[in-house]
């Protein structure tokens, strides 16, 4: 969903995706850090749609997770969260400008 580039620190990315019929519950959230950043952190968040754009309404979040080392990373939301058909936006949150986020992606069942 996101791709590369290094991200500039203490900034909120949003990214758009579309939820279809039956609907799923999501229990985690996957990510590639591409360039680590020492003592450094990302969170990620799902926020629901208003009219084409994030409504400040967190449906669910992350933890910390730290950016201190590259690879793939599933980071569990704080609970299951189930969405409904429709638009919603995947957010990410850095504290550093180091880190590059290759991508992320969602895990789900459907309902």
Known sequence: MLSGGSTPGNKIYFVPFVVFFPGITVSQIGVDITTLAAGGNLQLAIYADAAGVPDGAVLGSTASQST????????????????????????????NATSIVLGTSATSSGY
């Open 68 to 95: 201190a080392a590259t690879g793939l990373f599933s980071v569990a939301l704080g609970s299951n969260t189930a969405l409904v058909p429709g638009r919603y936006w995947l957010a990410l949150n850095m504290d």
